[in-house]
Each structure stands twice: as structure tokens, then as C-alpha cells.
């Protein structure tokens, strides 16, 4: 019989590797994938991404969920959802990936790479006198457990970065905006912009065809949190006016991006498969162990999630 039970689900993610991982951390956790298989009282902890509906309510001594990824957006709207801690998956590797996606891409526009692979494409010699990384003003909009780290890093490389974010941040070498009154000065003095915000009510839809046109003329935009925060049909109109002129598009408000979307047929959009960060077991079971061992303390998880907030 149980004790002190963790029912995992994702249809993404390998459980083989997370039981490995977590039962190295917490030698006495009763793991499992099968809910029929578990006696339901002794679930206490539930590990999961996009289960059924109704899911949760099998399990009526859970004293944490926790969400197999960064964005929570798919969780925090269920009706099942247990007044329990949430929490959600965040570890140093994650931050790195996300960081280093963002570096690149920021990177690829501000040391005109895109312009040479086109120029490549037609075999013509093409120079474009670089720009100092000082005079090129990027802007993150979000500046939570991924965002901050890829401000921080784009400011370490030595591009002039400005963030915002609902409450004041203080970041080396960042210059913070906070809150929504913000929103316009700030976009109209970015070149390139990082989206890296999570999709909750009020980020649904944010970067409408006004917001976008706030950006000055030509300016790039790196979309990696949620494909709806951006209106896509807004993005679309803007990028064949030229007003925003390239695209970095990680997510998309469908996924896969349909066969027959516009995106893929624009040569000013980059298009990647939502894969900006992804979680490394090893890394993440450290802190979802860490997480349950305060929770069996009495005490709150990490990377705690608010489902009112959304995020
Ligand atoms: N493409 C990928 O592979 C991938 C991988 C992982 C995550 N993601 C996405 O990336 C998102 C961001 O991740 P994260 O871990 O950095 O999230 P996070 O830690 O929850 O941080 C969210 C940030 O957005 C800000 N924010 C939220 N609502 C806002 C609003 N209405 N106005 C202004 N700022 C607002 C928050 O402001 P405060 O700090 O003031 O609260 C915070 O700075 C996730 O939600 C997920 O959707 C994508």
C-alpha cells in the first residue's frame, strides 16, 4: 500500500526519466503514472501537464500540484483544479536555453544576419556596416524567471535593454518599466522586441495592430512565451507593411503552425517549433523534490504559481 504517492502525467514527457530522477531525491515517494493503479488516498502530490479533464478530483488528499512546464496558462483555467499549492517547473537549465534563444535571436538581427542569409540565397557579396550593440535599444516585455535572466544576459553582450513588467524591477544594466500605463512609452522606443510574457486575461491579445504600430518603423519582434499574446492576423498585416519588418516566432496561437498558415510563406519570419527552453529532468526533479520536501515541512513550494494572477 502506498504511503506518500506522486501521480505523474504528460503524454510529452518521459517518465521513465522523471521516476529515476525524483526517487534518487526521495528514495521513499511512491511514483506512478497509473491512476487505476494507485490507491487515489494516498496521492499527495501530482505532477502532470494537460491531464484529462476531472483528472485532479480522483485524488482527494493532494497537497500539491505541480505543472510540467514554465506557462500555466493551460492549468490555471480548469475547473478540477484542487485548492491545493501550484507550483510550475523552473531549474537553470531552462533559464539557459531560454536566454540563449533569445541571445541568438536578438543577436541575428542586430548583426544583420538575417540580411546575409537572404544576400547568400541570391550569391551576392553584401555589406552592411555593423552597428555598435550599445546604440541597438531592445526591449523584454515580461521579466519573470526567464525573462529577467535573458534581459540581464542581453545587457551583459552590451545591447541597451529596457524591460517591463506589471511590478518595478531592478536589473543590472536594465532599465525597468512596470505596468500598463507604461506599455506605449515603452514600446515606441524599442527596436526589437522579446516577448516573454505569460498568456493570462489581461496578456491575451496585448501586442494588438495599435500596440504594434507603436514600434518604431522597421522594428523587429521575438515572440517566445505564447503565440496568442501577439494578435497573429495584427503581426501579419504589420510584417507585409514593412512596420514591423522581421519576425522570431517560437509559438503560435495554433500548434503546430497549420501547413497552410501565412507565417510560412513570409521571408521576414523565422519560424521554430516551440521549443525556445525545454526541461532537462535531471535539473528540474532537484527542485520538484525540493518543492515537496517543504511541502511534507508545512511550508510553501517553489516557483509558486497564483491561478487567480494566471501565472
Ligand atoms: N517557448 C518556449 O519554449 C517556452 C518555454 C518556457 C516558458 N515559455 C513561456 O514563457 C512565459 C514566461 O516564463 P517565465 O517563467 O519568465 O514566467 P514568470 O516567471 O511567470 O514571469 C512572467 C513575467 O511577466 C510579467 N507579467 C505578467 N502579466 C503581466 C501583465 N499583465 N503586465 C505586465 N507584465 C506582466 C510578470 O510581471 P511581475 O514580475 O511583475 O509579476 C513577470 O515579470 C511562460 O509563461 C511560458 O508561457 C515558453
Known amino acids: 500500500m502506498s504511503r506518500d504517492a506522486l501521480i505523474f502525467y504528460s503524454e510529452f514527457d518521459d517518465p521513465g526519466a522523471w521516476k529515476t530522477t525524483l526517487t534518487a531525491e526521495l528514495p521513499d515517494l511512491d511514483f506512478h503514472t497509473d491512476p487505476d493503479a494507485v490507491d487515489p488516498a494516498s496521492v499527495h502530490y501530482a505532477l502532470a501537464w494537460k ?114 513588467s506589471r511590478s518595478r524591477k531592478n536589473i543590472p544594466g536594465v532599465s525597468c518599466y512596470a505596468g500598463i500605463e507604461t506599455l506605449d512609452a515603452f514600446l515606441q522606443d524599442i527596436e526589437i522586441a522579446v516577448i516573454l510574457l505569460p498568456l493570462t486575461p489581461e496578456t491575451r491579445g496585448l501586442l494588438d495592430a495599435r500596440r504594434l504600430s507603436l514600434l518604431p518603423t522597421g522594428a523587429k519582434l521575438i515572440n517566445a512565451s505564447r503565440g496568442a499574446v501577439v494578435d497573429e492576423p495584427a503581426l501579419i498585416a504589420a510584417l507585409q507593411s514593412g512596420a514591423v519588418a522581421e519576425a522570431t516566432l517560437d509559438v503560435f496561437v495554433v500548434e503546430p503552425l497549420p501547413n497552410d498558415h501565412f507565417f510560412w510563406r513570409m521571408d521576414n519570419v523565422l519560424i521554430t517549433p516551440h521549443l525556445a527552453s525545454i526541461t532537462v529532468p535531471e535539473a528540474a526533479a532537484r527542485e520538484v523534490a525540493e518543492s515537496i520536501r517543504r511541502v511534507r515541512s508545512g511550508l510553501l513550494p517553489l516557483h509558486q504559481v497564483d491561478p487567480r494572477r494566471g501565472y
Request: aromatic share 10%; glycine share 10%.
Open 51 to 164: 491531464p484529462p479533464s476531472g483528472f485532479f478530483r480522483r485524488f482527494p488528499n493532494l497537497k500539491l500540484v505541480t505543472n510540467l512546464g514554465a506557462g500555466v496558462d493551460a492549468l490555471v483555467g480548469r475547473d478540477d483544479l484542487p485548492d491545493v499549492p501550484i507550483s510550475r517547473l523552473s531549474d537553470t537549465g531552462m533559464v539557459s536555453l531560454m536566454s540563449s534563444y533569445v541571445l541568438f535571436s536578438v543577436i541575428r538581427y542586430a548583426r544583420d544576419i538575417h540580411i546575409f542569409e537572404r544576400a547568400q540565397r541570391r550569391g551576392e557579396w553584401k555589406y552592411v556596416h555593423p552597428r555598435a550593440l550599445s546604440d541597438i535599444r531592445v526591449g523584454v516585455l515580461g521579466l519573470g524567471e526567464l525573462g529577467a535572466p535573458a534581459a540581464e544576459a542581453l545587457a551583459r553582450t552590451g545591447f541597451d535593454v529596457r524591460g517591463w
